[in-house]
Structure formats: structure tokens, C-alpha cells
């Protein structure tokens, strides 16, 4: 079950209605029991001692007040520790969590008092960011996937209405909020629907019936089309599929003057069954996410059309599956991408790579400022960083400090990891130019460096390995049940900062 939400800002003073609830803060050092004397008495509440050491849960320092009498029926009180372990996730995974909490709670509005900038600005860059954190946790604990439940229940009416000092901010926080989590929703959608409904040629209908109507221009190369550009890259691992691969285009353009042209690619590998180099089923189970990262770029591309960014976006995602069949792709074989270079393939799994060394080339001829890439490209990076972490992999120090920032910000988290060229060593192939695959150690690291064979060297470029946090994880309140949507605010927080 899902809310029809409805996220308004508060114009009146605290008033409430029947089945409403309250959210509060206190941000301050002293124990959360002193404070909730003089709030209750100030709500009319004397609380007495039993019902206070009833509801207050002292470790989580929060308290849940049901009201037997009078309104709102509910009141979370909960303390907010600001210290070198706050993080600026508090809000949006405390109200992700509190959303999922509401169902079936038969509550019909949620009146949010927001805590006073002034203790919070050490960590948040403005009043806006923090507003923003909130209102993403509230979408974020709405999200389903349940297309495919057959007793699905009828979504309730749920109104928030949030209180804040300054209600310009807040309104434009609230219209910025919930065009981005539109985006970030669209963008789940595809990447949780599985590779049988989601195939190469969906995942373009999807994405051509979603974005042309904001204006923004999709083309797709079908499978003549790829052979004509010679992308003999994404036709082999494309090959042993009945599902035909092709190369998603979007073309996003401002009506002013944009300030700066971007291609981002995506890979977009809608099931990764390894190929002949076939997966184990534990390791198969997770791949219809393999195309996150496209998933990723078409949702930053709705997003920045929804809200109209001032930068010119070209979208770029190659979409195949990677299957078994009598034309499939092998090791040994060696292929000759868009680009002339030859690429000795070792191993079928490392299909990703392949794929968008075409998609990058295409993107480096469409001669933009920057390329930032997108793909859920190796569990190697996972090793690494775990699932609470992208791997960040550039040359460019003004991309990646842009980039990292822009990950504290929307706590989608990027870490650099190395990128000297030492590592091209590791890739060499005795009878092409470049091989599919490295030696196990530095796994993350060779996968981005084969990427940059195909990559204008001219042009600033970053990749991003998404595998961990794209994926369903149990580090926080919202990426539990369902693939994550990772890349979207992050981006959308990068462009609109441009
Ligand atoms: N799609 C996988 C990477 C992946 C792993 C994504 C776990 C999400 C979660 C990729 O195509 C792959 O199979 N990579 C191989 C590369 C290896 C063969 C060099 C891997 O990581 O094992
Ligand atoms: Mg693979
Ligand atoms: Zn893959």
C-alpha cells in the first residue's frame, strides 16, 4: 500500500483535526524527558509520569503519544543529537521509516514542525537542503513496487503539512522535491520491473513515452542501425538474446542559453545472466538491475526537464541482455568496437564495459564539455565500499570534487578510489587492443580503465560504478525493499548547481 500524499506548506498556526498526527523536534542536549514537561503542558497535555515512561523509548529517544481524547491523535516526539555523528541523512531516513510506519494507521494529516535552521546549519548548506532532506524521506517511505501483488490495497489520502518560518523557501523546497522524487520514482520503476517485461525495446518505449512529452528528443538505434555505425560492441553482447539490443539517445535542451553541454551515459543492461561465462543463481537473482545505471541517466533526464535546467543534457544508454544462445558472444572472441579499437574478450560477465565502450564513444563525438558515466559495472567495487558508497573513478580533480560534494549533500555517497594509469598494464591483450578483463585485486579499478580506451581524452570525463548502493540494501530506512534510484538526486544536485 501506498499514500496519495499530498506535501503542503503550513500556513496557520498549529490546528488540528481529527486522525492527525504530530511530528516534533528537540534539538538540544538535555535529556528528551526534562523538555517534554513544558511542551505537553503547552499543548494542553499533562502527561503523567507512567504514560511518559510508557511512550518514551530511550534509546531510539524518541516518544510515540496516542491521545485517548482530543487531537492530533499521535504525537512523535523525537530528540535530535547534533554532534560529529549527525548526519545530514537524519530527516529524510527518519521520515522514510515514520511513512512506512503510518500505514494503516488511519491518520488523514501529518503536521510537521521543522527545527530551527540556526542548530542545524553546520550541516546543512542552506535551509533549503535541509527542508529538501525532509520532504525526499517523506516521497522516499511512500515508494512501492507492487505492480505485481494481486491483493493490492487501495492507496489512502495522506496530507503533510509542514511548518516553517519562511514559507518562500519552504514552497519552492516543496515544488523542487517533488519533481526530483517523480524522477527518482520513474527511474525505480524501471530498474526494479524485471527483464521480462523490461527489455531492450520497453526500456526504450518507456523511456520515449515519458520524456518526449517534456520535450526532450529520445532516438533509438535499432539493431540495422547499430550495424550500420558499426557498434559491433553492443551487437555482440546484445547477440544471444530473442530480445534485440539497441542504443537509447535522449537529447535534453533548454529554451535559453544553456550554460554548459553534458553527456551522461548509462549502462543499460536489462538482465546480466554472465553469458557463457554464466553467473551462479544467487549472483543471477539481482540482475535485471543491471541497467541502474541507465536507469539513472533517463531519470536525471526527466528530472532536468521537469524543472528546467539551464544545461544542455545528451543521454546515452546502450540496452541489451546479456544471454546464452548460438550466437552468443565468447571468450576468445575478439571485437571491433564503433570505435576501431579491438577488444579481446576474455569473459562473457564483464559485459558491461563492452557495451559502453560504443555508448562512450558515441558521446565523445557528440563533442560535450564533460561525459560522466553511469553502470552498475563490478562487484568488485562492492567489495570495496560496501553498499553505502559509488565508486568515483577520474582524472578530472574539478569533476570530482564537484561530484563528492554533491554525494554529501544528497547522501548519495561517492568515494574517489585510484586512477593512475599504472593500472593499464593490468588489461593489455597479446592480440587486441584492449582485454575485457583485469586480475582479480584492483578489479573496480582495470573495468574503469578499459572504459577510458574509449573515451575522448580531451574531454573531462568521470565514471561512476553504482553496483553496491543501486542495489536493495539494509543500510538505511529507504533502500531496503526495492533497487534505489541512486544517481538521480545526486546528479540532479550536481546539474542544478551548475
Ligand atoms: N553486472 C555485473 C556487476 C555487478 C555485480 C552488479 C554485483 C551489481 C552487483 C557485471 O557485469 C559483472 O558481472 N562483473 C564481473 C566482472 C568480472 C567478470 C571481471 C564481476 O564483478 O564479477
Ligand atoms: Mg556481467
Ligand atoms: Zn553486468
Not at 513496487?145 to 519552504?170: A, G, M, R, V
Not at 542501425?225 to 559491433?232: A, C, G, S, W
Not at 532536468?304 to 535546467?309: G, P
Request: aromatic share 10%; net charge positive; hydrophobic share 40%.
Amino acid at each position: 500500500m501506498h499514500f496519495n500524499l499530498k506535501i503542503n506548506s503550513a500556513k496557520d498556526e498549529l490546528s488540528f483535526k481529527k486522525n492527525s498526527a504530530l511530528v516534533k523536534f528537540f534539538v538540544e542536549s538535555k535529556k528528551l524527558e526534562k523538555t517534554l514537561d513544558d511542551f505537553f503542558i503547552s499543548l494542553n497535555y499533562p502527561l503523567g509520569k507512567i504514560q511518559k515512561k510508557n511512550f518514551l523509548d530511550k534509546k531510539s529517544n524518541e516518544l510515540t503519544y496516542y491521545s485517548h481524547s482530543g487531537e492530533p491523535s499521535v504525537l512523535f516526539i523525537k530528540k535530535v543529537k547534533i554532534d560529529k555523528d549527525f548526519s545530514t541523512d537524519f530527516f529524510r531516513n527518519y521520515f522514510a521509516g515514520l511513512v512506512t510506519s503510518l500505514k494503516k494507521k488511519n491518520l488523514n494529516s501529518v503536521h510537521v514542525v521543522v527545527p530551527s535552521f540556526l542548530d542545524l546549519k553546520d550541516h546543512f548548506e542552506n535551509e533549503s537542503q535541509l527542508l529538501r532532506s525532509l520532504i525526499e524521506g517523506i516521497h522516499l517511505g511512500n515508494y512501492t513496487f507492487d505492480n505485481y501483488k494481486s491483493d493490492k490495497e487501495k492507496p489512502e489520502e495522506l496530507s503533510f503539512f509542514i511548518h516553517y518560518t519562511d514559507q518562500k523557501i519552504l514552497s519552492s523546497a516543496i515544488d523542487y522535491s517533488n519533481k526530483l522524487m517523480n524522477a527518482v520514482f520513474f527511474s525505480r520503476d524501471l530498474v526494479n520491473e524485471p527483464s521480462i517485461t523490461l527489455t531492450p525495446e520497453e526500456l526504450a518505449n518507456r523511456t520515449k513515452k515519458e520524456l518526449t512529452k517534456l520535450g526532450v528528443k529520445v532516438s533509438v538505434f535499432n539493431k540495422a542501425e547499430l550495424k550500420r555505425r558499426k557498434m559491433n560492441a553492443i551487437l555482440a553482447v546484445g547477440g544471444a538474446s530473442d530480445k534485440p539490443p539497441c542504443l537509447i539517445t535522449m537529447h535534453y535542451k533548454p529554451s535559453g542559453k544553456a550554460k554548459r553541454k553534458i553527456a551522461l551515459v548509462g549502462k543499460g543492461v536489462c538482465y546480466d545472466s554472465g553469458g557463457l561465462s554464466i553467473k551462479p543463481t544467487s549472483s543471477m537473482i539481482e540482475m535485471k538491475a543491471d541497467m541502474a545505471g541507465g536507469g539513472a541517466v533517463i531519470g536525471i533526464i526527466k528530472a532536468a526537464a521537469m524543472m528546467k535546467l539551464p544545461v544542455e543534457i545528451i543521454g546515452v544508454v546502450p540496452a541489451v541482455e546479456n544471454m546464452i544462445g548460438g550466437s552468443s558472444y565468447k571468450p576468445g572472441d575478439v571485437v571491433k568496437a564503433a570505435s576501431g579499437k579491438t577488444i579481446e574478450v576474455k569473459d562473457t560477465d564483464a559485459e558491461g564495459r563492452i557495451v559502453l565502450a560504443d555508448a562512450l564513444h558515441y558521446a565523445s563525438q557528440q563533442k560535450p564539455d564533460e561525459i560522466i558515466d553511469f553502470a552498475t559495472l563490478t562487484g568488485a567495487v562492492v567489495v570495496a565500499l560496501g553498499d553505502i558508497a559509488a565508486g568515483l573513478f577520474t582524472n578530472d580533480d574539478r569533476l570530482a570534487d564537484e561530484l563528492l560534494q554533491s554525494g554529501k549533500n544528497t547522501y548519495e555517497r561517492l568515494w574517489r578510489l585510484p586512477f593512475w594509469k599504472d593500472y593499464n598494464e593490468m588489461i593489455k591483450s597479446d592480440i587486441a587492443d584492449v582485454s575485457n578483463l583485469g586480475p582479480r585485486w584492483g578489479g573496480a579499478i582495470t573495468a574503469g580503465k578499459f572504459l577510458e580506451h574509449f573515451v575522448d581524452e580531451k574531454i573531462p570525463w568521470a565514471h561512476i560504478d553504482l553496483a553496491g548502493p543501486a542495489i536493495k540494501h539494509k543500510s538505511n530506512n529507504y533502500t531496503e525493499k526495492y533497487d534505489t534510484g541512486f544517481g538521480v538526486r545526486l546528479m540532479v544536485e550536481y546539474l542544478s548547481k551548475i
